[in-house]
């Protein structure tokens, strides 16, 4: 008897339902569960009220990263509202015997960090938090998506939410990516060909050699940002990239667990004659370095082109013009060139060691310029340790930059981590949402590269121009 | 609200996603757009219009797109509304609406201009949502569309039932599943 081929994405999703609901959704097993101290707290709330308890503490995570401060942690959270938030992550993960890395713990930093550094992120797992950039986690062949309060608290509670299946599409990009060019430039060019809605309803599996030959560093920047196009998540099948890169990390099993594990894992891709229910391919040499002009990730453009008109980039010409306007732009004008008032680099898109070495290699033997404030922010205090023991600290202090403490920080503005209304900052990050950074603040989102660029001349620039 | 890809941080901004209680984020919903930066309100903004007032909020096309926080499905219920209309929502925004008790219709990209058309013409003018025949009506002009939503959902929302009871009641169910689970 032949078996029907099925896709990455079918085999991992259909081994997960513990029940079919007719005409509803499915009941979905969850294998990992990450929170963190913004969305989690009214979970534990609620629970309480209903007289539950954590079902399967071994298998939630808690790590403190939305709304903590980049400097002096070391000091009480200034911040009342903040700190309370703080206290409620690590009062409840005690009580319920849940794995908690506060502030201070060396394990600390952002959760799409710190799950794929520790080995707790695997191939084949279902994995959720209540946070949109939880799709991180498909760079390993695993379904990971985010969630709001109310099902924090069914994971809490049962292990489980009720999940109507997503329709698959598979994004296939092939060929040799051009110097500079970086998996952020990837992502932010496939954004732009599909729209911020573009893949809504959709869970994408990214296929082809540009992925095949990317680092997991850079499969993750890719995953992450699956949701700025509406998807549910991204994935990637996991390959020999993977394995190595799990391999001997803390939580990953180990002896004769591992050569099991390996075994299944071996098993997640897509087979031959799957079908998806749309399909894109692209070529890797129509990728240039690309930016953001507008108020959505989908309004990116190649960094030497200019800001297209209304008519060519679609959509609701009000709509256009309001976040023109909100940026300050004019259709049909250059990008290179413009001021740079502040540079970002960081977060669960960017905030890791290749990120850091990329922004390096330009800033290196160059100085910040003048007027430019730049916020250089670790995804951990593993990425924070690889920063100074690789000497990337020493180039950075060199060049009139200083490293700050682990966080989400100025990618969503929580803590003080805020661009002024007005100001222009490169940023990169996930989100070029009109206040994102701060209230009235303007975000070009760009690779680490781009911004090393901005960081040195004070202006957007094309990085292949001072890369040696 | 005729704008399109209105997103969570348009719809509650990060900086009120500090508090560890459901309470309250109507006062912020749409903060940015609502308010200036000394806290007086925007004359032009919808919400701050006496003439528009309802249940139903209307939005463009790609509602809610961006984060997962429920605050921003929240802060829309504690406003006041109990149902969004757009031609699309974001999927995350979707289901926490579904889960705070929002119903969010999708209808089509025409009937969608019609209704903003209708609101253009009269500010006051009604829009009836009938979740048991699963239609939306103009009321002055009597055009009408139906609106899809499952039939595990629709039970829920007409009875008051969540998805958390439905979960307790099978536990027994997923322990056994979990123990086959090899993570």
């Not at chain 1, 499969?219 to 391999?247: H, L, Q, W």
């Not at chain 1, 502040?342 to 060691?353: A, D, E």
């Not at chain 2, 921003?72 to 705070?100: E, H, P, Q, T």
Request: aromatic share 10%; net charge negative.
């Amino acid at each position: 008897m032949s078996i029907k081929p099925a896709t990455l994405f079918d085999k991992v999703w259909d081994s997960h339902v513990v029940r079919k609901i007719e005409d509803g959704p499915d009941v979905f097993f969850i294998d990992r569960h990450f929170i963190h101290e913004v969305t989690s707290p009214v979970a534990f709330l609620g629970m309480e009220g209903r007289g539950l308890k954590v079902m399967f503490p071994e298998k939630t995570f808690a790590t403190a990263d939305h709304n903590t401060p980049t400097i002096n942690q070391h000091l009480p959270v200034a911040d009342p509202l903040s700190a309370n938030q703080l206290k409620a992550l690590e009062t409840n993960s005690g009580k319920y015997g849940i794995s908690h890395w506060g502030l201070g713990n060396p394990k600390n930093g952002i959760v799409h960090v710190v799950g794929p550094e520790n080995g707790i992120t695997l191939p084949g797992m279902t994995i959720v938090c209540g946070d949109s950039h939880t799709s991180t986690h498909g760079a390993f062949g695993a379904i990971a998506f985010g969630i709001g309060t109310s099902e924090v608290e069914m994971v809490l509670s049962s292990q489980c939410i009720m999940q109507p299946k997503p329709k698959k599409m598979r994004i296939n990009v092939n060929g040799k990516l051009g110097k500079g060019i970086t998996p952020k430039d990837v992502v932010l060019f496939i954004i732009s060909q599909l729209t911020a809605a573009g893949a809504t309803g959709y869970f994408v599996e990214f296929a082809g050699e540009v992925f095949e030959n990317m680092t997991m560093e850079g499969r993750m920047t890719v995953c992450n940002m699956s949701i700025e196009m509406g998807a549910r998540g991204g994935m990637i099948a996991p390959d020999e990239t993977t394995f190595n890169y799990i391999k001997g990390r803390e939580k990953a099993p180990q002896g004769e667990a591992w050569e099991k594990s390996l075994a299944y894992w071996k098993s997640l891709k897509t087979d031959a004659g799957a079908t998806f229910d749309i399909e894109y391919n692209y070529n890797a040499a129509d990728i240039e370095p690309m930016i953001t002009y507008g108020t959505n990730p989908g309004m990116g453009i190649g960094i030497t082109k200019n800001i297209p008109t209304s008519e060519v980039a679609g959509g609701s010409k009000s709509s256009y013009e309001k976040s023109l306007h909100y940026m300050g732009f004019n259709e049909q004008e250059p990008m290179l060139g413009k001021k740079v008032d502040y540079v970002f680099i960081g977060s669960c898109t960017n905030g890791r060691i290749e990120d850091f070495r990329a922004f390096a290699s330009i800033v290196k033997g160059r100085k910040k310029a003048d007027h430019v404030t730049a916020w250089i922010v670790p995804g951990s205090h593993i990425v924070e340790q690889q920063i100074r023991e690789e000497g990337i600290l020493d180039i950075l202090t060199e060049a009139g930059f200083q490293l700050r403490q682990p966080g989400c920080s100025a990618c969503l503005a929580m803590n003080d981590d805020k661009v002024p209304a007005g100001k222009y900052a490169v940023s990169t990050s996930n989100r070029n949402f009109e206040g994102r950074q701060g209230p009235g603040s303007r975000t070009l989102l760009a690779s680490p590269l781009v911004a090393a660029a901005a960081a040195v001349t004070g202006v957007v620039t094309d990085p292949r121009e001072l890369i040696a | 609200m005729p704008i399109e890809n209105v997103d969570t941080d348009q719809i509650i901004p990060a900086r009120f996603l500090k508090a560890t209680e459901r309470k309250g984020f109507g006062d912020n919903l749409f903060r940015d757009w609502r308010y200036e930066s000394d806290n007086t309100p925007k004359k032009d903004f919808v919400l701050n219009n006496p003439i528009y007032s309802g249940k139903i909020l209307v939005g463009g096309k790609n509602f809610g797109s961006g984060s997962s926080r429920e605050h921003a499905a929240w802060a829309i219920y504690d406003y006041g509304f109990r149902c969004v209309v757009s031609s699309f929502f974001a999927d995350i925004f979707k289901n926490n609406s579904l889960n705070v008790g929002i119903l969010p219709v999708t209808v089509s990209p025409a009937f969608l201009d019609k209704i903003f058309t209708a609101i253009e013409a009269d500010p006051k003018a009604e829009l009836v949502v009938d979740l048991s025949a699963q239609s939306i009506t103009i009321a002055a002009t009597g055009e009408s569309e139906s609106f899809d939503i499952n039939s595990y959902k629709k039970h829920n929302l007409m009875n008051g039932y969540d998805d958390i009871d439905y979960l307790q009641a099978m536990k027994e169910e997923i322990k056994q599943f979990a123990d086959k689970s090899i993570y």
